[in-house]
């Protein structure tokens, strides 16, 4: 069974400074591992995506995140962050063989930017 | 210019009644979605259709009844709506596989009164 656990439900920062949303997930098979960000009343957008090519990968929007299999984690991580940046963000794992393509989302992690 | 499109936005309606919402891809995907967001944003897949066939029936309330007339739509009927079913719907859409990016639609929210 796959599973994701957003470690924070809610993270504060101010313009300018580092971003760090945690993920941990688990996963039965070899795992897809994606983030995708929602803003106010709107759908979701694709960050980035890990699906076993290198374990460091960048996104839009200056976004990276690491995979860390030992760890089993997948964090988001940014220098620094945009008043922009304000949103809900949703780690999501899939089963890379998965012909069904069902995605297994996190709890949702909430940016706030305080200028 | 529209990827994945979905009407109504709102719909509010009463308990009892039974609706539709509409999904359109205009990307070529061969698979598309339904998911429920309910009200703390939990987002959880409902099915999944490739083309035309479901694949992907989450346990859902056999008051829900999608139906993919071909591969670019994927309209979701429900019957008989209930207050829990408040919520708000997402399709999305992609080429089969669990590696492929989903392409999310605006979102349809529901409310039953």
């Known amino acids: 069974a796959q599973s994701v656990t957003q470690l924070d439900s809610h993270v504060s920062v101010s313009e300018g400074t580092p971003v760090l949303l945690r993920c941990n997930y688990s996963?039965?098979?070899?795992?897809?591992l994606f983030w995708y960000v929602q803003h106010p009343n709107k759908g979701l957008q694709l960050l980035l995506k890990?699906?076993?090519?290198?374990?460091l990968v960048k996104g839009i929007n200056g976004f990276e995140a690491e995979f860390k299999k030992s760890e089993t984690s997948f964090h988001l991580t940014k220098p620094s962050a945009h008043m922009s940046d304000a949103a809900e963000y949703f780690c999501?794992?899939?089963?890379?063989?998965?012909?069904?393509?069902?995605?297994?989302f996190g709890q949702g992690t909430e940016l706030s930017v305080k200028p | 210019d529209t990827a994945v499109s979905q009407t109504p936005k709102y719909l509010v309606t009463q308990m009892g009644n039974d609706k539709s919402i509409k999904c359109e891809q205009n990307?070529?995907?061969?698979?598309m979605y339904w998911y429920k967001q309910d009200s703390k944003k939990f987002l959880k897949i409902m099915f999944s259709?490739?083309?035309?066939?479901?694949?992907i029936n989450e346990t859902v309330p056999n008051r829900f009844s999608p139906k993919s007339p071909d591969k670019a739509h994927l309209n979701l009927h429900i019957n008989s709506l209930e207050l829990g079913d408040s919520a708000v719907y997402f399709c999305?859409?992609?080429?089969?596989?669990?590696?492929?990016?989903?392409?999310f639609g605006p979102g349809t929210r529901l409310t039953v009164l």
């Open positions: 996963s039965s098979y070899s795992p897809s």
């Open positions: 259709y490739n083309n035309k066939e479901l694949i």
């Open positions: 999305a859409s992609s080429q089969r596989g669990g590696n492929n990016e989903q392409f």
């Open positions: 890990y699906t076993s090519a290198a374990t």
């Open positions: 990307l070529g995907h061969d698979t």
């Open positions: 999501v794992v899939s089963d890379r063989g998965n012909q069904g393509g069902k995605l297994i």
